[in-house]
């Protein structure tokens, strides 16, 4: 059984940067996409990032609202995913779950309902 276990989240000042790690158990790591997405209260899961497996061309997506900003890295030797943020906003507090799928499409990486696990989520709140 696939499991996914983020950390690294906190209270962070506006400008501050933060890393999120994701260690990704259960499974073969390398043959999974994986993905970043976050959730603000009274809002509906928002993807941010993904980067794909080796086997599906391992290249990085990202959505508009955070690129330039937020970064994805994976390594596969130590079964963990990264997010790199810098630039933090009030509007970044939320919280932010890794996810993995290994038949992601390049068509579905934005949509949530396509990776198959889920962790459990880490809380970022950024404060003005």
């Known amino acids: 059984q696939v499991q996914l276990a983020e950390s690294g989240g906190g209270l962070v000042q506006t400008g501050g940067s933060l890393r999120l790690s994701c260690v990704v158990s259960g499974g073969t790591f390398s043959r999974y996409s994986v993905g970043w997405f976050r959730q603000a209260p009274g809002k509906e899961r928002e993807f941010l990032a993904v980067r794909r497996s080796s086997g599906s061309g391992g290249r990085t997506y990202y959505a508009d609202s955070v690129k330039g900003r937020f970064t994805i890295s994976r390594d596969d030797a130590k079964n963990t995913l990264y997010l790199q943020m810098k630039g933090l906003i009030p509007e970044d507090t939320a919280v932010y779950y890794c996810?993995?799928?290994?038949?992601?499409?390049?068509?579905?990486?934005?949509?949530?309902?396509?990776?198959?696990?889920w962790g459990q989520g880490t809380q970022v709140t950024v404060s003005s």
């Open positions: 996810a993995a799928d290994a038949g992601l499409i390049l068509s579905s990486i934005q949509n949530q309902h396509q990776y198959d696990h």
